[in-house]
């Protein structure tokens, strides 16, 4: 008896077997698994696939209409004020920093700056706000900055590879510059953390739950999903600090990211509306309002406007939320790295939170802007 039941345990799994190799096969043959091929090296593949992954380049730049140009200059060709790729636009930068330094410039040292030091040049219209992307949290290699280069010098230029790989000049010291980073004892100090380890999941439904204290969603978007009035935030953790993170929460006003700046218009009947500038036509203004709306307002009907300094994102979080809220929701915003979207991950399971202490954390904002 017990060898009858074990034959056919035997042929059960062998069976079992067969059909998942089958259907593995089929799939396979058909394109069904997605498979994201890892280019190594340095080299212009390499260096396009860190520019569009690791490196989180097309978070705030654009290639053509590849990407997400709302920060940051289009690198390819858009439009009236981007008519040349950047490896040819590298030329002309070139020039512009040689008269601005009295020093000689080339191609390959503005694509070095750009990377090494990207405050030094700030293009006209654009804001001082490209993350250091050979530190942490992006923290590039020296290799994987070449290869983002490589593929930049690829977009209309003729720059070697030579060039890249073994810069002389300027170029050479701002390698030198990543490299020492790339070692250096700060990048491997212990890293800030907040007071609490908080929990994801409480964060998550403050975050997505439009009734509750924070109500992130209504604005900020997540994949696609959420609001369209402020910055996504679907890969704020993958580029941005911890600290920079906690001050935008806590003081939102200390930095305004570039496309989202706030708008007050007075229309002609005595009316304010504020938000954010969304679109703005010889016919109308788009105006992202805080209650997560999308006002049109012709421009017939305004009297004035102006761009304000302060943001419409709430600035009394410091007040609402507590201790424990304030670190859920922190800690949620920590795992959109933009690595991995999906629809679960972006919907509420409950409710808002109700247990937490009903702590102000106003002690820790100040704490936070003094660290």
Partial sequence: MAKAVLRVFIFLVSLIVV?????YTITDMTGGFDKQVVVEGINVEAGEQIFY???KCSTCHSVGDKGSAIRCPNLGVMGENFQIPIGERAFERAKLRAQKT???WNAVDYLYECIGEPGA?????YKNEMPVVYKPPIGLTPDEVKAVIMFLASLGSEITDEQILKPSG???????????????SQVAMQPFEPYLPGDPEKGK?????ENSKAGCAKCHSVGSKGGQVGPPLTSVSGTRTLKYIIESIVDSSAVIVSGYEPLLVLTNDRQRIAGTKKEDTPEYFLIGQPT???KKVM????????????SIMPGNFAEILSVDEFHDILAYVRTLTGDQITTEDTQPTSGPDQQSQNVPIRDLVNDNKQS
């Fill in 53 to 55: 992954g690791k490196g």
């Fill in 102 to 104: 009295g020093k000689p």
């Fill in 121 to 125: 040049f700030v293009v006209d219209g």
């Fill in 292 to 294: 997560g709306e999308i």
């Fill in 299 to 310: 421009k017939s009907d305004v009297k004035k406007f102006k761009i304000m300094k302060k």
């Fill in 19 to 23: 059909y998942v190799y089958i259907g």
């Fill in 170 to 184: 300027i170029a050479k010291d701002f390698l030198v510059k990543i490299e020492a980073a790339a070692t250096s």
């Fill in 205 to 209: 439904e403050l975050f997505w739950n």
